[in-house]
């Protein structure tokens, strides 16, 4: 997503953003990214491929730079605001206000459940989450943000979390309800907000979540669920693979599924190939939606 790596992403080299369009993809999901980089080149880029970005936040802010989210009790306020406003002034958004075209939604953290501190402690990584989206929020209106608004989405890992009052039977829909809960409620996990996180997940959040489970585990182990329990917030699968079934059968059938759901709009896969002998072999990241 930066200029370090033109020659793989960019058409004056490898062109990987134009390979992923060729095999059908019409979205890039990123990781962690350096706010200091300046991204325009490649949402540019990304845009007139027609594909759609979904960048991810650094895991620097919240466990690895000094006074971290861990030293401030996963209240992620200041460290998210300061790294995202200078995402914002580094190609996300226009000189008019506008993001850019290519941002769909961005990637507020990958897997807390796993890491801020864990599934045992809801409450903490749910006030990470919320905290990190109100500094985000005071980001764009410090930086002057007014038009083509991405949704914000914490992407769960797919394990059952026990220690979710929701659902404890099954995976990443325990942790999907507390954040709900902490979103309508903040108060009620020691966070006094600077906005309205009630309003901003009923208008601009997206749930998501990785698996390494085939497609047939999709509906009995989360979608039907999820469709009776979240009837009006999207999902999608930030990372999806399946190692263990025929690659070419189980993408078609998860990619059957999605269109199918009205809440589930696609799924991005985690390896991709470059072996014209394997059957639906892939060249970089891409998602469906």
Not at 78 to 94: A, M, R, T, V, W
Not at 142 to 161: I, L, Q, R, W
């Amino acid at each position: 997503m930066a200029d370090s790596a033109k020659a793989q992403w960019s058409t004056s080299g490898r062109g990987d953003l134009a390979i992923m369009k060729k095999l059908g993809a019409n979205a890039v999901r990123l990781y962690g990214n350096d706010p200091r980089e300046d991204h325009k080149p490649f949402l540019d880029e990304a845009h007139s491929q027609g594909l759609q970005v979904i960048p991810g936040m650094s895991d620097y802010p919240y466990t690895q730079m000094p006074k971290n989210c861990i030293t401030t009790e996963y209240n992620c306020y200041s460290q998210i605001k300061e790294q995202y406003k200078s995402n914002l002034e580094n190609g996300f958004l226009d000189k008019a206000g506008s993001y850019h075209p290519a941002l769909k939604t961005i990637i507020v953290i990958n897997e807390p459940d796993l890491k801020i501190p864990g599934e045992s402690q809801p409450k903490k990584f749910s006030r990470a989450i919320i905290s990190a989206i109100d500094g985000m929020l005071d980001a764009e209106k410090e930086a002057g943000a007014s038009a083509n608004f991405p949704n914000f989405t914490a992407t769960f890992s797919f394990g059952v979390c026990t220690a979710c009052p929701g659902s404890k039977s099954k995976p990443s829909l325990g942790q999907m309800l507390e954040l709900r809960r902490a979103m309508e409620k903040p108060e009620d996990y020691g966070y006094t907000p600077k906005n309205d996180l009630a309003k901003i997940y009923r208008s601009r959040f997206t749930n998501s979540f990785n698996t390494n489970n085939p497609a047939t585990d999709m509906k009995p182990l989360f979608l039907d669920d999820y469709e009776a329990l979240f009837a009006t917030t999207p999902v999608f699968i930030g990372e999806y693979h399946a190692p263990h079934v025929p690659v070419g059968q189980d993408l078609q059938k998860i990619l059957s599924i999605a269109e199918s759901s009205s809440l589930a709009p696609g799924m991005h896969r985690e390896q991709f190939l470059t072996n014209p002998s394997i059957p639906f072999a892939f060249v970089a990241c891409g998602l469906r939606l």
